[in-house]
């Protein structure tokens, strides 16, 4: 059964911290982009950041040089690390995997909360 467990939302005040980590299980996470999208009221879902399978990453305009994305095979684990949060950060952010193997496949996690408010 195919998993993705993300955790390390809350709450934090503004140019505070946080990481958010995503364990994947099920598949084959090493073959995996994996991506972090967020999605706030109203607001569509936006792709943030994103990790090849071979550590390449790329960030959404708004978070460049503020967010970094990480990932570790041995741990099936992807990171997302964020810093110097700002009043539009917050959301509900979802980790993705996407692999190609004969066919295209797309896993989802449920989400966590991310608040940034002083």
């Known amino acids: 059964q195919v998993q993705l467990v993300e955790s390390g939302g809350g709450l934090v005040q503004p140019g505070g911290s946080l990481r958010l980590s995503c364990v994947a299980s099920?598949?084959?996470?090493?073959?995996?982009?994996m991506n972090w999208y967020r999605q706030a009221p109203g607001k569509e879902r936006e792709l943030v950041a994103s990790?090849?399978?071979?550590?390449?990453?790329n960030f959404a305009d708004s978070v460049k040089g503020r967010f970094t994305i990480s990932r570790d095979n041995a741990k099936n684990t992807v990171y997302l690390q964020m810093n110097s949060l700002k009043p539009e950060d917050p959301a509900v952010y979802y980790c993705?995997?996407?692999?190609?193997?004969?066919?295209?496949?797309?896993?989802w996690g449920q989400g966590t909360q991310v608040t940034v408010s002083s």
């Open positions: 099920g598949f084959t996470f090493s073959s995996y982009t």
């Open positions: 990790i090849t399978t071979g550590g390449s990453s």
């Open positions: 993705q995997a996407v692999g190609f193997l004969l066919k295209l496949y797309i896993y």
